[in-house]
Each structure stands twice: as C-alpha cells, then as structure tokens.
C-alpha cells in the first residue's frame, strides 16, 4: 500500500501563498499519478490538480489555474502544491491522493488525511 501525509497547511491572509506538501511511501512514488482535491464545509470534495507519474502533464481545476501549480520531486517522494494569490474561497480542507498507473486519470486509490488551509480576507 501506499501512504501519504500531507503536510503546510495553515492560515495565510488573502493574497498570499502557502505550498501544500505530500510526502508518498510505500511504492514507486514515479509509477503514481498524483492529485489534489479539497473540500469545504457544507460542500462536495472537488478537484484540484493533477499530474501524471513523469510530472509532464498536468491538470487544473478552472478555479485555480493561473494561481496553483502542482509538481513533483520523484527522488524525495514528494508532491507539492503551490498555492499563490490565495482567496477566501480557497478555504478548505486539502487532500493528497495517488491512484494505480503513471497517467491522470478519474479514480484515485490512495488518500492521506488532509491538511487545513484557511484563508482570511
């Protein structure tokens, strides 16, 4: 199995940036997608980012292209999430998750616990 922590998370004023960390065990970091997903009170869990195994592609939610950028470092295990120009409304909890293959994809079969990220206006 595979496991993940994410790490970073915490209060920052809008407008300004946090970097969300993953850091992955368990596994071949490389043979694993990565995503980013997150929920916020009363809401439905909703995608974030992606990247493929390679860290070539890459995916965004529309909310936060232009602000997020996901990457990887495979010889730490490690997936990040840079967070800039951060809004109110990016206030939520934050999930890291690795699915089975090296491609992004819909289904994700490993998740870590979540790291809070709040942000005031």
């Known amino acids: 199995q595979v496991q993940l922590v994410e790490s970073g998370g915490g209060l920052v004023q809008a407008g300004g940036s946090l970097r969300l960390s993953c850091a992955a065990s368990g596994r071949t970091f490389s043979s694993s997608a990565l995503g980013w997903f997150r929920q916020a009170p009363g809401t439905e869990r909703e995608f974030v980012a992606a990247i493929s195994g390679s860290g070539i592609s890459t995916d965004y939610a529309d909310s936060v292209k232009g602000r997020f950028t996901i990457s990887r470092d495979n010889a730490k295990n490690t997936g990040y999430l840079q967070m800039n120009n951060v809004k109110p409304e990016d206030t939520a909890v934050y999930y890291c998750?690795?699915?089975?293959?090296?491609?992004?994809?819909?289904?994700?079969?490993?998740w870590g616990q979540g790291t809070q990220v709040t942000v005031s206006s």
């Open positions: 998750a690795a699915r089975n293959g090296r491609l992004i994809g819909s289904s994700y079969n490993y």
